[in-house]
């Protein structure tokens, strides 16, 4: 259960509050307690809900200071570890930086594979581009550092390791994580096609399924 205690609610100009928390876990459960109140008709009208990494934003609020007053008094349960939907995406893990995931790891590179395919991840937010997701769920000594040189381009579709969060690039931009796989197919990570563009929305489970490629 989240302490309220350890939440900082602050203004965000006439019509929103931004909610701070202490680390990604609180602030999911902040997310999730959100989401239910909402769903339960229970909390009161409030256009967007942005989660960040310790952050919460609350966009469109008729009366943010009365909507602060009642988060002070609210008792937040853990989030539920098996809510939220599963997609499951496929990937051949061929990428560049997969040797040097290997040796921060200490294994060889066909048990990076195994084991970055055994984890349910979480999409805890989204940002940096339309449709990129950043999920968790690596233990924290599988964390790795983002690379010393970003690259000018990351290709559509490649899966990468930065810090606790996994994630795959729905477009082709610049990036400085750690490359590990392809998603053959990153056409649904961004559809505007569909009533919800973005594939990986916060609170989605995630599950990488290994291809042919594994090395």
Do not use: K, N
């Not at 256009?47 to 952050?55: F, L, Q, S």
């Not at 853990?78 to 496929?90: H, N, S, Y």
């Amino acid at each position: 259960m989240t302490d309220t205690r350890s939440l900082d609610v602050r203004p965000a100009g006439r019509h929103a509050l931004l909610v701070e928390l202490p680390d990604a876990e609180r602030t999911a459960a902040f997310h999730a307690e959100l989401l239910r109140r909402r769903a339960a008709g229970t909390l009161p009208p409030v256009e967007e809900i942005v989660p960040g990494a310790r952050t919460v934003l609350l966009d469109g609020v008729a009366r943010p200071g009365e909507l602060a007053r009642r988060i002070a008094a609210w008792d937040v349960p853990a989030r539920p570890a098996d809510t939220g939907g599963l997609v499951e995406i496929p990937v051949r893990y061929d990428g560049p930086d997969l040797a040097r995931v290997a040796d921060l790891w200490g294994v060889g590179a066909d048990e990076v594979a195994a084991r970055h395919s055994s984890y349910t991840y979480r999409v805890a937010f989204c940002g940096f581009a339309p449709g990129f997701g950043y999920l968790t769920g690596l233990p924290p000594e599988l964390h790795v550092p983002r690379r010393e040189t970003p690259r000018t381009r990351v290709p559509a579709g490649a899966v990468a390791l930065a810090g606790p969060y996994s994630a795959v690039y729905p477009r082709a931009t610049p990036g400085g994580w750690q490359l590990i796989g392809t998603m053959p197919d990153p056409a649904p990570l961004w559809d505007l096609g569909r009533e919800e563009p973005a594939l990986l929305t916060p609170g989605t489970r995630v599950r990488f399924t290994a291809e042919g490629g594994t090395p």
